[in-house]
């Protein structure tokens, strides 16, 4: 049985990224929020624009208003007021200035701005009560960013921050990669639609939804293909049909040892790869890993059937593999914290386990609070609200409150 973290070395050197040259497409702007960059951007426009002044107050020569002080003021001519969006018509000459406003264009010869409160103006003239910096309050051209160099790098996911640059470099479209494509079904006799009556024995496809809603916040394009009958001939044509349509492939339920589990001999009669059979984990250690014999070598997740097993091994394991091969050039892995506990964790002491419950931020220290109830992989109740995972490591079965823990952060992405 293989442990987890070599479970995620296999999976993460499995998977391949989208190619930059086939797997990308041009998107609007205002439709890039979340995507991940294909090519770096550059803009023709220096940041800032154009010298511009940092404050309210006065454009002024350093070397007239060096020396002064509310003492020994000095006096200098106001020859023109320059708002935001103003073009300038005046060059400062010695003894004067020019009322400026915040973001306005810095007057020719101007090289400093005197903040409005170290002066006092009577009519036409400013006294200057205090010796500014020289250069102060003004935001030189280009010394945010110089026009024709990287301004954005490949391989990034674009967010609010990223957009706004984006806009203000005057970028109406960008090269994005598509959205990976991942494939969903949930097999099981017991399992009906969550629009149907329930009959004794069955139980809703919750699977289906959590997956769904998991790879739609990870960025990626759900493909659901519904409930598959334990049927050996349904679960081939399905799985085959996955292959041909999607980059990844997740499943839930069948990867066990009963008698109904069909998805790893499948996977096999297929001509399949298995890489992972089992992971020593709680909960999720019936997890098969293979790749698809399809032209683009679809990655396959058999995940366990349980809904926190599926929701667990979803955020340790598949995560990962749809941020790598999405385009992202870095932090595919999980966060982990350490953090303090609030409560007494157990387990066996036998595998890696996993708790779910919630962050707290308690007197600037973050604090884990294990969800209440039982933590049977069979109950989805309690994971309502979870934003953290604790770590309990093999050999390790106790954790008790106010000790440190390590626990995986639910960020997605």
Not at 340 to 362: F, M, N, P, Q
Request: charged share 20%; hydrophobic share 45%.
């Amino acid at each position: 049985m293989l442990s987890v973290s070599d479970a995620q070395a296999i999976i993460l050197n499995l998977v391949q990224p989208l190619d930059k040259q086939r797997d990308t497409e041009v998107v609007e702007l205002l439709a890039a929020a979340n995507r991940i960059l294909a090519m770096p951007v550059t803009s023709t426009l220096d940041f800032p624009h154009w010298d511009n002044s940092a404050m309210d107050g006065y454009a002024v020569r350093y070397e007239d208003v060096q020396h002064s002080s509310s003492e020994k003021p000095t006096v200098l001519q106001i020859v023109e007021e320059i708002p935001a969006g103003y073009q300038p018509k005046s060059t400062i000459e010695p003894g004067q200035a020019a009322r400026i406003f915040t973001g306005a264009l810095m007057p020719a010869a101007a090289d400093t701005v005197v903040m409005q409160e170290k002066t006092r103006r009577e009519e036409n003239r400013v006294f200057i009560l205090a010796a500014p910096k020289p250069q102060e309050f003004v935001r030189h051209k280009a010394s945010f960013y110089q026009a024709g160099t990287q301004l954005l790098p490949a391989g990034i996911r674009l967010n609010t921050s990223e957009i706004a640059v984006l806009a203000a470099a005057q970028c109406p479209q960008l090269n994005v990669y598509r959205r990976p494509r991942v494939a969903i079904f949930s097999t099981g006799d017991e399992l009906v639609a969550v629009n149907q009556a329930l009959q004794p024995g069955q139980i809703v496809d919750s699977n289906q939804y959590a997956l769904a809603a998991l790879v739609r916040e990870s960025g990626a394009e759900p493909l659901l293909l519904g409930i598959v009958k334990d049927e050996p001939v349904a679960l081939e044509k399905v799985i085959t049909h996955a292959a041909a349509i999607a980059d990844i492939v997740l499943s839930s339920g069948g990867v066990s040892v009963g008698d109904y589990d069909y998805v790893d001999k499948i996977l096999e009669s297929l001509k399949a790869q298995i890489h992972i059979q089992a992971v020593d984990i709680r909960p999720g250690k019936p997890l098969t890993v293979a790749t698809l014999p399809a032209s683009h070598s679809p990655l396959y997740f058999g995940l366990p059937g349980n809904p926190a097993s599926v929701l667990v091994t979803f955020w340790r394991f598949v995560l990962p593999a749809i941020k790598k091969i999405s385009g992202i050039t870095q932090g595919w892995e999980p966060v982990f914290l350490k953090v303090r506990s609030h409560d007494e964790l157990r387990s066996d002491g036998k595998r890696e386990t996993y708790l779910w419950g919630k962050l707290h931020l308690i007197d600037g220290v973050y604090e884990f609070h294990k969800a209440g109830g039982s933590h049977s992989s069979a109950n989805l109740i309690n994971l309502a609200q979870t934003n953290a995972l604790a770590v309990l490591p093999p050999g390790k079965a106790l954790i008790s409150p106010q000790e440190e823990v390590q626990v995986l952060q639910l960020i997605i992405p």
